[in-house]
């Protein structure tokens, strides 16, 4: 779809006086306070009410030029958008940050000190949230038909803490402070069914004596960049479908009145805390038929009232993606809606289905791939358990029949029921299957992990349909993730390479690959030089201020941010600061440049060995960093409450990123192309993005260590004993055993065994085999820190070379290979 052209950057028309004159208006006639006495709080919110009615007409705008158009539209399903706070980039997007800036000073406040009010929303877990935003962004500055659904969580990802450098969790109520993003919409409500049961009635199927919950939407404008297209991204709130019973309420029974709406409310209440790892709860079943109920039901009105009430052309104007399995149930209830309110048949209903959906894959880990007990689904939903008998009767006995016929054996394989392996086990609905049978196209989100998707978790399915299964390796915004969280470099690469019209690099990040003849220039690399400099001297006092840690910013600053889990391999890291401190500890004139090791990361509450590794980090980082004798050379910190609003202000200051997981385990990753942009040295393996990484970057300008997933395989077939590697490794001996000692924690001298015996029993995640290489690695990141020039060259390089990773590019592919929208 095109740009209106003769309407572009609307926003852009205000002027700072005029800003200031709307941010004047909101204080007083939205928040009801005095110039006077307003403070960077109201500052805030009053700006965030001028930018959400900028946003608001767009929307408006927006609507009416894609109902004139009729153009497909994408629905964007996902249960998490980690979006990160909104009012500076939104600011970014719109091209008026500079005259918020001027109007903010005029008024005599700061702009930055104003942004920093704002609550960073998190409705996600980590990589697979912050996707969905980025993608969110893109959709938008590429002027895409697109509409994001969700939930919107009261309590967002829990806040961390550390007592005693263990983990605490607590609620983040994040929008009890205050939050102008969302509006509220009765008019588009939504009545959801639960439970019941199914009769026949006149031949068709009635899903009766259900249980009802109202969808209450939020809308929340999304911006894009230079352009005044804004899409809506609507998170569902659950209520209780009956408000109170007044009778019980004039008799004082308050509490007994109001215990549907509670119970109805508890579904939109939380974010379930798991990274990779279903909860497997009734009420996360519940969320997640939720919000798709709410929006397949929004969806189909919004078709109708466009185009009618007939669904021939359904499909023809929508497209659905399930961002993973989360939204999976998605298709039987298509399925329902098709059948039994449109009396479409069972055939055609499968066919416009597998028109309109396309599933993401982002996880080959067994444990993480979602299946649902049969009986569970059957008491909640139990129209929806015979749809999805349906649709795998017809699956296994007319396509898997005619691809393998006779073949029994094949069809318990590809069953979307699992059968128990034990005689009493619970047959299994897998989301996984019932997602690639109910959906057109199938991704994984980086060319590694969708190669492996077709070789060993789908290698039957590729067979059926080779067409089916596609790569769409991942991007992040370069709009948030580089214009907006490091000003000072977009400002270098504006006055290196322009920033007017089709030079502008924020729209089409390849342009970034100009910048690659600048990389051995002196004076390109002071200046580059420079602004990691500010950038590490500014987080250095966030450290100071969160940890009560000084650190140098002419140390290194190597950094691993991400979720805590075994795989991803935090604990790889320990292992090795803590060699590096027993090495100065024998020498402390050693000739090593000062290192910090930074690190971020939330644990699921119930996943004991994450909080392991964290609360041995912790004391690993209180050690050392109060130890004289090593004079400043090492310091460790983990700051507290990882979320986007810290990311922005980490990335910018790296210099060296750490992406070590396990080959094979991380489907992607998208940190890992945030500091690469950024101007961070990876070290890393050769798993999800990072082997196309290396592909851009090339191999001299890339730590890459560690075994390859055939090798990670290989030496599962041979058999590997931790205890070999740990006897044949000195110092990796003697960090096991000091981890295992006690010393770190004498009042709780096991608290880290569990961590030592995930090591030495099994080593599931090849920490141990990996340790040497990944010391090695680090040995060439130190000698490359010896040679300034050397290093730039590379940071440099590294910068210019991710043209590839901008989400817009992501979301080009996903329009040509997927949606056919381009
Ligand atoms: O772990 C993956 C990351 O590798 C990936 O970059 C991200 C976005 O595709 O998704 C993460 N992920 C996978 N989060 N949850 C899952 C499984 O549900």
């Given at each position: 779809m095109s740009v209106n052209k003769t309407e572009q950057y609307a926003a852009k028309k205000l002027d700072s006086e005029q800003l200031a004159e709307n941010i004047k208006r909101h204080l007083q006639q939205s928040l009801g306070v005095d110039q006077e006495e307003a403070g960077p709080a109201e500052y805030w919110e009053a700006l965030s009410l001028v930018v959400?009615?900028?946003?608001?007409?767009?929307?408006?705008?927006?609507?009416?030029?894609?109902?004139?158009?009729?153009?497909?539209?994408?629905?964007?399903?996902?249960?998490?958008?980690?979006?990160?706070?909104?009012?500076?980039?939104?600011?970014?997007?719109?091209g008026i940050y500079h005259q918020a800036?001027?109007?903010?000073?005029?008024?005599?406040?700061?702009?930055t000190d104003v942004l920093e009010h704002e609550t960073d929303p998190a409705l996600g877990n980590g990589g697979l949230g912050r996707l969905a935003a980025c993608f969110m962004d893109s959709l938008t500055t590429?002027?895409?038909?697109?509409?994001?659904?969700?939930?919107?969580?009261r309590f967002g990802l829990f806040k961390q803490g550390f007592a005693g450098g263990k983990q605490t969790e607590s609620p983040d109520a994040w929008r009890e402070e205050s939050c102008p993003w969302g509006i509220e919409r009765p008019k588009r409500k939504q009545r959801i069914k639960l439970y019941g049961r199914v009769t026949e009635r006149a031949g068709k199927a009635a899903w009766e004596d259900t249980q009802e919950i109202l969808g209450m939407p939020w809308d929340v404008p999304v911006t894009g960049y230079g352009t005044d297209t804004v899409n809506t991204l609507r998170l569902w709130e659950s209520r209780a479908a009956e408000g109170f019973d007044l009778s019980s309420f004039d008799e004082g029974r308050y509490h007994e009145s109001r215990s549907g709406e509670i119970q109805a409310e508890n579904v939109s209440q939380v974010l379930y805390p798991n990274d990779n790892h279903p909860a497997g709860k009734e009420l996360r079943l519940i969320q997640q038929y939720f919000f798709v109920a709410c929006s397949i039901a929004d969806l189909i009105a919004r078709y109708k009232r466009e185009n009618g009430d007939n669904l021939d052309g359904f499909a023809e104007k929508v497209a659905i993606q399930l961002n993973d399995t989360h939204p999976a149930i998605a298709v039987p209830e298509l399925m329902r809606i098709l059948m039994d309110e449109e009396d479409i048949v069972f055939t055609k209903a499968l066919s416009i289905c597998r028109e309109v959906f396309a599933y993401t894959n982002h996880t080959l880990l067994p444990e993480a791939l979602e299946k649902w007990p049969q009986n569970l689904i059957t008491k909640v939903l139990p129209r929806h358990m015979q749809i999805i008998h349906m649709i795998n009767y017809h699956f296994l006995h007319t396509e898997v029949e005619a691809q393998w016929p006779g073949d029994n054996n094949m069809k318990r394989r590809l069953s979307i029921i699992e059968e128990p392996e034990r005689p009493g086990g619970q047959q299994m609905v897998r989301m996984a299957y019932l997602s690639v049978v109910g959906s057109h196209k199938v991704n994984g989100v980086a060319a590694l992990h969708s190669s492996l998707v077709k070789s060993s978790l789908f290698p039957e399915?590729?067979?059926?349909?080779?067409?089916?299964?596609?790569?769409?390796?991942?991007?992040?915004t370069p709009r948030r993730w580089v214009d907006y969280?490091?000003?000072?470099?977009?400002?270098?690469?504006?006055?290196?390479?322009?920033?007017?019209?089709?030079?502008?690099?924020?729209?089409?990040?390849?342009?970034l690959d100009a910048i690659n003849a600048y990389a051995d220039d002196p004076a390109f690399q002071k200046k580059f030089a420079a602004i990691k400099r500010n950038n590490k001297v500014r987080f250095a006092a966030v450290v100071k201020e969160l940890c009560n840690v000084e650190i140098s910013p002419d140390a290194i600053f190597d950094v691993q941010i991400k979720r805590l889990h075994e795989y991803k391999r935090q604990q790889l890291n320990l292992l090795h600061i803590m060699a590096l401190y027993r090495r100065l500890l024998e020498n402390p004139d050693l000739d090593v440049p000062q290192r910090v090791f930074i690190f971020g990361a939330k644990a699921a509450p119930g996943y004991k060995v994450a909080k392991t590794i964290i609360h041995a980090i912790n004391r690993v980082a209180e050690r050392v960093n109060n130890d004289r004798r090593i004079k400043d050379k090492l310091k460790v910190v983990f700051l507290p409450n990882y979320r986007v609003s810290l990311a922005e202000k980490i990335i910018p200051a790296a210099d060296v990123s750490e992406q070590i997981s396990t080959a094979g385990f991380e489907a992607s990753g998208t940190g890992n192309m945030k500091f690469a942009l950024n101007g961070a040295l990876t070290v890393g393996t050769l798993d999800g993005a990072n082997v196309e990484i290396a592909e851009e970057v090339g191999d001299d300008n890339i730590f890459i260590f560690g075994l390859t997933v055939e090798e990670v395989a290989e030496l599962r077939h041979r058999g590997y004993n931790p205890e070999d590697v740990y006897n044949s490794n000195a110092e990796l001996k003697a960090v096991i055993d000091w981890l295992a000692s006690g010393d770190l924690c004498p009042e709780e001298p096991d608290a880290f065994r569990p961590l030592v015996d995930s090591l030495l029993g099994g080593d599931y995640f090849l920490t141990l085999v990996d340790y040497q290489a990944y010391s090695d690695a680090h040995d060439k990141i130190v000698e490359t820190w010896?040679?300034?020039e050397l290093w730039w060259k590379t940071a440099i390089t590294n910068s210019a070379s991710m043209g590839k990773f901008s989400s817009d590019r992501s979301i080009t592919d996903y329009a040509k290979t997927i949606w056919n929208m381009a």
């Open positions: 959400r009615e900028l946003g608001l007409d767009l929307i408006r705008k927006t609507r009416h030029k894609e109902r004139d158009e009729k153009a497909r539209r994408v629905y964007y399903l996902s249960l998490e958008f980690l979006v990160g706070r909104l009012l500076g980039n939104n600011l970014h997007n719109l800036e001027e109007a903010m000073a005029n008024l005599g406040v700061n702009l590429l002027d895409l038909p697109a509409f994001g659904y969700g939930i919107n969580y399915f590729n067979e059926m349909w080779p067409d089916k299964l596609v790569n769409v390796t991942n991007g992040v969280c490091n000003p000072e470099l977009a400002s270098l690469i504006d006055e290196t390479i322009g920033k007017d019209g089709e030079a502008d690099w924020r729209k089409d990040l390849t342009r010896k040679k300034p």
